[in-house]
């Protein structure tokens, strides 16, 4: 086909063609943010479990969990009973700062990590088994969900298998946010509810039933009379520790199967989870049972094992000794969410991130642990490690103005007092613990006091909560 000159001068008049649209590439998503599962195993004590040395398969979930998790072998708590240790590892504070000792309601000015979390855009929710660790105290704030149900009979609390599936309903209530998710089991602590048949896994030898709060647990530690510990038999004891270890047993496979589903199911690369323990548990190591009256190694020394995202690290053992209040600045420095001008802290506690490097913390004073109790207990240590100074002020055996000394090192099950032997190392340390309880009482937070209704009261006297029942939490 020809073309005629006008044909050509049109085109060549023509606009040229648009150069190619040039589209910038999409700048990177960023990271998706973490996860946090924090599981509290209450009244578990540390010496019960097989990845810190004990002899009886108790714990077999959390010991294969352990070797993806950091595990720490020193991890002190900061009371002997649920509710001021509980608000301890969920602020980072002190007993003394926060104030929740004895049925008192958390103060609004307390910034709890559920906060912190939800103010950085997590989807946060609670589920508690324990009265001392339920909304009527506070422990809602920051939560956008909490699940807490007490029976009518507080000695029949909530099972784990319950309350790990209300756990699975919040997990799947995915509205595309990350997550913090705290969860409270309670069948460790009295009175150890487990199948029988977990009961019976642990006994060895011949066995007198030796049930929760019996009369002679009762008579030691409700009335005082000291002169009954010496009606206490091996027999006793063996059927005690049956019923406690078969507890941690059952409390243990539930888990695992909750923490193993979670990790199948995407948790495995995205969450950071806890296992934490709010205090431990007396087995007639010092002459009583329960806790929340005094402050001895079986009741302080926790575990912890904080499994980072993606198993990072997992199996290192961390002997440095740290407390429960610093596992909030820990957590939300693994979760990139702690300022850089916290400088690594708080509340109370500091990060313990550097130590999963091969670093070091620093720390501005001691760690100390309190129990403050009308009645039963007013208690407070300082660990100075390897040394723990005790000042009982009052105690459920009538002991008034005695001070202790102990060297975990040597003595891990403080059955010998160096006080005496060793004066002068007594009095610095008391006056260490004297500077550290006047810095915190004067930084103390106003909690208020909950009065118990008769139901409430009924309820928990039932766990050795209230009423007559002072000396267990």
Partial sequence: MTTSAG????????????????????????????????????????????????????????????KEAVVFDRCMSTSSWTEPATVSLLSGLYPPRHGCHEYDVLSPDVEMLAETLHDAG????????????????????????????????????????????????????DDGRPFFLWIQLMNVHGPYRAPP????????GSIIEFK????????????????RRADVRPEHLRDLAARYDGAIAYTDELLGKFLRGRLAAGG??????????DHGEELFDHGGFGHGVTLHQELLDVPLLIRRAGGEGGGARISAPVSLVDLPATLLDLLGLLPAE????FGDGTTLVPLFHGGTIERDAPLVAQVNRAKQ????????????LVETDLDYAGRA????LFDLEQDPHEQHDLASADPERTEKLRAALRRQRKALEAAAFSASKHVLSDAERKKLDALGYGGEAEQDR
């Fill in 212 to 227: 929760f709060q019996n009369k002679l647990w009762t008579d030691i530690l409700r009335h005082g009379r000291l002169e």
């Fill in 377 to 388: 207990g007013r208690i407070f240590l300082l660990q100075q490690w390897p040394l723990r």
């Fill in 122 to 173: 997590y989807r946060t929710g609670g589920v508690s088994g324990n009265p001392n660790a339920s909304p009527i105290l506070g422990f809602g704030q920051g939560l956008d969900s909490f699940y807490f149900a007490g029976n009518e009979v507080a000695r029949e609390y909530v099972d784990a298998h319950k309350l790990l599936n209300e756990a699975r309903k919040f997990l799947a209530a």
């Fill in 7 to 66: 044909d050509a001068r049109v085109r060549q008049d023509a606009a040229p063609p648009a150069p190619p649209t040039v589209v910038p590439p999409e700048p990177p998503a960023p990271p998706a943010r973490k996860n946090l599962i924090v599981v509290v195993i209450d009244t578990l004590r540390r010496d019960h479990l097989g990845l810190y040395g004990y002899g009886r398969p108790t714990s077999p979930a959390l010991d294969a969990f352990a």
């Fill in 197 to 204: 048949e977990y009961r019976n896994r642990f006994i060895d």
């Fill in 401 to 404: 103005g005695v001070v202790e």
């Fill in 268 to 277: 495995a690369a995205n969450d950071v989870m806890v296992v934490v323990a």
């Fill in 342 to 345: 916290r400088g690594g802290r």
